[in-house]
């Protein structure tokens, strides 16, 4: 077995170690006067102020206070943070503590959601650090670019090597028995899915029965923190293991068959073929804008009612999907979430694969197409055993149950393998590989003050409300990378073809590159993601035991304050880690797809200057957005 399988997952393991460590001198948690963050003791950060400690997040907050301790002392009206003192106040009480308003009025705007003013600026990473990180992504860029032209020789067109059929840079994951009965049991993945259906009920419940306030009720913290948090993380190391437990395909599926585990012959569906118009994923992408638009636009985040009917909704376009069409046409072409992991998948370290392509060819029944007694034909519509990517497969293990030769099979593989090779690249995928990139840095984008800035900017130049001012502004952000792409590949396609005797199309040239980027969305979006998981993540453990805000304590921990996983300075690392590791496996993944494209190693090399710079531009561009500082969304709690 080729050991380089187990490098990223010795690099991950090492990571949770360091924030163990960064963690395990954790104190009592405090809160930072300059920048309202919750801090830990452990960190060391404070300062002494008229016989007062003062703790802090970082050096630079602890500057500030040290200039004007003053400043951050003072009580302030907390809706427009004017000075009241030796001024009349008016107080509201918010989760047991009061505080002071100017006025009346100011006092009543805050009892209307009064979460919402307790957003806290957390600082991005020191402008040394993102100075030093592009000079990183520069020396990375220029140097490795220079290896791989040197290999060309080695990289060109190569295939993983093979015995009997079988890579030798994987590992078999069912030659562990009790692994192999567990993803073959249809009872397991049952078990498995009921516990993710309760939980997807208590988002329900607790979002529309509970109360409103998002720093009380579970629902927001569970779905856009840890859920839409992990899931990226989650991809990179175990595939689409989210489908196999998907709550919305189990309800709506167990609904459909009338059936819990057990295979049946028998259902509701009208077994319908989904409309030829749109097998592909557009509408998979339509859906992912349209919840970016919602969700940024309409702060979701923090409205428990409003993220339980968006729960709810997905799963109504399941079980109406599974009731009219054949299959899991749903999952295949509209689920926007697999989708959107489907892409994030290539890069996956798991993969469901034959084991022996000869066997597949020989075999007639085709059970795992058809289905056997025991088992249903893919779901997805494929051909299990001439399965080279994971996009659309859903990890359902239907076709290695189905399997009379026992020749489907889970593999660890290297990271980025389908990405390696050349697959058929389609321009429906292109096109969301670009929008993730975009809606990535839309993302981060929104939390920072320049976008305030920006929809400010819109609003006074075009008198606009401000959902439209956001839109339009949304809009510019989404198509501005997609823009910018297509330009370089207009110049790198100039710049590849000169004096070759066979011409390229542009559509060819675009719909391939894409793919390219796909480990630079991914990567910023976890290290963005990191911040979110580690400093409020912790949170949800107290509101296990009070969901719905109405003072429980189930399982005693309602009354916990965890604080923060990680120091800040350690953050900064980690995420500046996570951009140039994505950086790194796009340059080698753009430059395998040049020699693919050409078999030219000079015509290669000419074309992959324009499209590295467009790699290094967009890096820095997920750098820039990390150094703003960053609203984080459910500090609240």
């Known amino acids: 077995m080729n050991l380089k399988i187990w490098y990223p997952y010795i690099g991950f393991l090492g990571l949770l170690v360091l924030i163990f460590l960064a963690n395990s001198n954790s104190a009592e948690k405090k809160f930072d006067v300059v920048c309202n963050m919750e801090v830990n003791q452990g960190w060391g950060i404070h300062s002494n102020h008229k016989g007062d400690h003062y703790y802090f997040c970082n050096e630079r907050c602890k500057e500030a206070f ?71 992504v520069l020396v990375v860029s220029f140097g490795l670019f220079d290896l791989l032209s040197r290999r060309n020789q080695v990289l060109s067109l190569e295939l993983a090597q093979k015995q009997n059929g079988f890579p030798l840079n994987r590992l078999d994951l069912f030659s562990y028995p009790k692994v192999k009965a567990a993803l073959r049991s249809r009872f397991f993945r049952f078990s498995l899915q009921l516990f993710f259906v309760l ?65 049946s012959s028998d259902g509701l569906s009208l077994n319908k073929k989904w409309p030829r118009i749109i097998r592909n994923i557009s509408l998979a992408t339509l859906l992912f804008i349209g919840l970016t638009w919602v969700e940024l636009g309409f702060g979701v985040t923090m409205k428990p009612r409003i993220t339980a009917y968006l729960a709810i909704s997905m799963l109504l376009l399941a079980l109406v999907s599974a009731l009219l069409f054949d299959r899991k046409s749903f999952c295949r072409y509209g689920c926007l979430v697999g989708r959107v992991s489907g892409l994030y998948a290539m890069f996956s370290g798991t993969e469901i694969r034959s084991r022996c392509a000869d066997t597949c060819l020989s075999c007639k029944t085709k059970e795992c197409v058809k289905g056997s007694e025991t088992a249903y034909g893919c779901p997805t519509f494929l051909y299990p055993g001439k399965l080279d990517s994971n996009t659309y497969c859903i990890q359902c293990m239907e ?77 510019v952000i989404l198509l501005a990378p997609i823009v910018i792409y297509a330009l370089l590949v207009y110049i790198s396609k100039y710049f590849g073809t000169q004096n070759q005797l066979k011409s390229l199309s542009y559509t060819d040239y675009f719909v391939r ?31 296990m035991s009070d969901p719905m805000g109405w003072n429980w304590n189930l399982f005693g921990t309602a009354t916990w304050s965890i604080p923060p996983l990680i120091s800040l300075d350690k953050l900064w690392l980690a995420q500046i880690f996570l951009v140039l590791v994505g950086h790194v496996y796009s340059l080698w993944i753009a430059q395998k797809t040049s020699i693919r494209i050409f078999g030219s190693p000079r015509a290669a090399f000419k074309s992959q200057l324009p499209m590295l710079v467009g790699m290094i531009l967009f890096s820095v561009f997920s750098l820039w957005l990390l150094k703003q500082p960053m609203e984080m969304r459910t500090s609240a709690m």
């Open 66 to 136: 040290e200039a004007q301790p003053d400043k951050f002392l003072e009580t302030v009206c907390l809706i427009c943070e004017g000075s009241l003192k030796d001024k009349k106040s008016y107080s509201a009480t918010y989760l047991e503590k009061e505080y002071q308003f100017c006025s009346t009025g100011h006092r009543s705007q805050f009892k209307e959601d009064p979460a919402q003013y307790f957003m806290h600026s957390m600082w991005g990473i020191p402008s040394e650090f993102y100075y030093a990180s592009i000079a990183i």
């Open 199 to 263: 939980i997807f009920a208590i988002v329900i419940i607790a979002g529309i029965f509970g109360n409103q306030n998002p720093a009380l009720n579970i629902a927001p913290i569970l779905t856009w923190t840890i859920w839409w948090g992990l899931l990226p993380v989650v991809i990179i190391f175990a595939g689409k293991i989210w489908c196999y437990v998907c709550p919305w395909d189990a309800a709506s599926g167990w609904i459909e068959k009338l059936s819990f585990w057990k295979k």
């Open 399 to 475: 076709c290695v149950q189905a399997c009379p030769h026992d020749n489907l099979t889970m593999n660890l593989r290297p990271l980025g393998a389908d990405l390696e090779h050349e697959g058929k690249p389609r321009s429906d995928e292109a096109y969301l590989a670009l929008l993730m990139l975009s809606i990535t840095g839309f993302h981060g984008l929104t939390m920072t003050p320049v976008w305030a800035e920006l929809v400010a900017w819109i609003q006074d130049g075009t008198n606009l409300g401000n959902i439209l001012a956001f839109s339009s502004g949304m809009l």
């Open 513 to 543: 590159y894409a793919y390219a980027l796909l480990p630079i969305a991914l990567f910023y979006h976890i290290a963005h993601n990191l911040e979110h998981l580690l400093m409020e993540g912790p949170k949800v453990i107290a509101l």
